[in-house]
């Protein structure tokens, strides 16, 4: 219930996924001769060599490089403020897009022609990735200037689940009315974005089109191009060849990570601080039992909640089949969040008091539900009508198929 499935089996056999960025034939003749601006991170891989190191082999004039939260080569906190910098490689500046600073001022692109968006995603609504994108786009359109955006494969994007975010819970880690799990890659969230007018954009409009996959209306000078990946569908299982981010090492964590994020609002701990971060849940209070772990400072996680104390729980790493496609029902689960409020002793003090939790779940009324003692079906039961909404809009903008 709540949960709407994509697809039954993954194809058995099926040509290797090219992302976007691979597709150079598709671009490059948007970039040569053009002063470009690269929005990336450490998944922006060309084969094996970086995105940006292959244009500039290639002759593309790169001025500058953004990058999202966690940085250009991805090895910061979650939360960490990330200042500019220069890349150690290129020397070319890095102009972090995170933190006090979200948005490519115009002085950033006063000496910018083509925008480059290539970031691996996860299709997680908190996933701050997003948020990032939305606020690049608005950038290039204000400022005039075509956004070439490099896709990639949504490795959750064969199910729709989660409660449909109220805009009044709107922040960075949630700024759209769409489920946690939302099925679209990255292009095709971008083509939704502009298609349903959710961007703030200048009052003048005009509208232009190329062969390449775009949509929605444009100001002069903006255009959003979408370089689709080559053999993916949503039924397709994609292995990430670079993890997205510090704490999401490997798949396990990747399709784990809706399901658990809702503790990053919580006492508990979701194994920041560990080998297995989102692969596992505990806290110090729960009842003794055969699995236990201890967050450490480490890399990613200098300061992870708990940090030294012994946390007993539950470990999920094996809860996930390799696979998740052929796995029946799968969906975002909920059922670890209300074990871990059943467990927990001091109930009013589960929560957060800074409400973060509201702004991961989107709204107010899950937290209430919990506190009510809700059950698991009672609660997606109540997602489905705005999950149902979102559908009709979704498909409009579908890429693969």
């Known amino acids: 219930m709540g949960c709407f499935c994509l697809c039954a089996l993954a194809a058995q056999s099926q040509p290797r996924i090219i992302p976007g960025a691979e ?54 906190d979650a939360g960490e403020s990330v200042a500019g910098a220069r890349d150690s490689i290129t020397g070319l500046p890095i102009v972090s897009l995170y933190g006090n600073h979200l948005q490519p001022s115009a002085a950033d692109l006063s000496d910018i022609d083509v925008l480059v968006f290539d970031i691996q995603d996860v299709g997680v609504r908190f996933y701050t990735y997003i948020s990032s994108l939305q606020y690049y786009m608005e950038a290039a359109m204000e400022n005039h200037k075509s956004l070439v955006l490099l896709d990639r494969p949504d490795p959750n994007g064969s199910y729709v689940d989660g409660p449909v975010l109220d805009p009044k819970f709107r922040s960075f880690v949630g700024m759209q009315p769409i489920p946690v799990v939302y099925g679209m890659t990255i292009g095709e969230y971008a083509k939704m974005l502009l298609g349903e007018g959710w961007l ?8 232009g089109t190329t062969e390449a996959e775009h949509s929605g209306d444009a100001v002069p000078g903006f255009q959003l191009v979408v370089i689709p990946c080559a053999h993916y569908t949503h039924q397709s299982q994609y292995v990430l060849p670079v993890k997205p981010s510090p704490n999401l090492p490997d798949m396990q964590s990747v399709y784990l990570y809706p399901s658990l994020c809702w503790f990053e609002g919580t006492q508990v701990s979701l194994g920041r601080g560990t080998d297995e971060p989102f692969q596992c849940f505990g806290h110090p209070s729960f009842p003794p039992t055969e699995f236990s772990f201890t967050p450490h400072s480490m890399p990613g996680a200098t300061n992870p909640p708990l940090k030294d104390k012994l946390c007993y729980g539950y ?27 059943r467990l927990f002793p001091d109930k009013p003090t589960f929560f957060l008091k800074n409400n973060y939790f509201n702004k991961l779940a989107g709204n107010d009324q899950l937290m209430a539900q919990i506190q009510a003692g809700l059950s698991e079906e009672a609660i997606r039961k109540s997602w489905e009508p705005g999950i149902r909404n979102f559908m009709k809009i979704r498909r409009k903008y579908l890429i693969y198929p």
């Open 200 to 207: 703030k954009q200048p009052s003048q409009m005009a509208t």
């Open 23 to 76: 597709r150079m034939d598709q671009y490059m003749a948007m970039l040569k001769g053009k002063r470009v601006a690269v929005f990336a991170n450490q998944t922006a891989m060309v084969g094996t060599t970086h995105l940006v190191d292959t244009l500039l082999r290639q002759g593309i004039n790169i001025v500058r490089i953004f990058s999202p939260e966690h940085g250009f080569r991805g090895n910061a």
């Open 315 to 341: 470990d999920l790493s094996a809860t996930v089949s390799a696979n998740p496609l052929q796995k029946s029902g799968h969906h975002l689960q909920i059922k670890w969040l209300l074990e871990a409020y």
